[in-house]
């Protein structure tokens, strides 16, 4: 059974910082791909920022340069550093692993997380 447990969220001032961590347990799961999406009230769950094995990283326009994506690999966790944060970043953001386990694909979403931006 593969596992996804978020922390790091919580109530901040516009422009302040959090950062969120998400762990993936679960044996025989090659991760490949983690990541960070965000759904506000009345909107739909969109992608924050992911990151390959490789290290490779993606994100989306509203954030880059204010958002840093990370990852450990021996650990098995991803890390999403937020500065500069707006209003508009408050939404619950959830964790999602993209990887293989006995060779079938799979996603997995971790609980979610409550970050929320006071102006």
């Known amino acids: 059974q593969v596992q996804l447990v978020e922390s790091g969220g919580g109530l901040v001032q516009a422009g302040g910082s959090l950062r969120l961590s998400c762990q993936v347990s679960?044996?025989?799961?090659?991760?490949?791909?983690m990541g960070w999406y965000r759904q506000a009230p009345g909107k739909q769950r969109e992608l924050v920022a992911d990151?390959?094995?490789?290290?490779?990283?993606n994100y989306a326009d509203s954030i880059k340069g204010r958002f840093t994506i990370s990852r450990d690999n021996a650990k098995n966790t991803v890390y999403l550093q937020m500065n500069s944060l707006k209003p508009e970043d408050t939404a619950v953001y959830y964790c999602?692993?993209?990887?293989?386990?006995?060779?079938?694909?799979?996603?997995?979403w971790g609980q979610g997380t409550q970050v929320a931006v006071s102006s």
């Open positions: 679960g044996r025989f799961f090659q991760i490949d791909v």
């Open positions: 990151i390959t094995s490789a290290g490779s990283a």
């Open positions: 999602k692993s993209t990887g293989t386990i006995f060779a079938a694909k799979r996603d997995h």
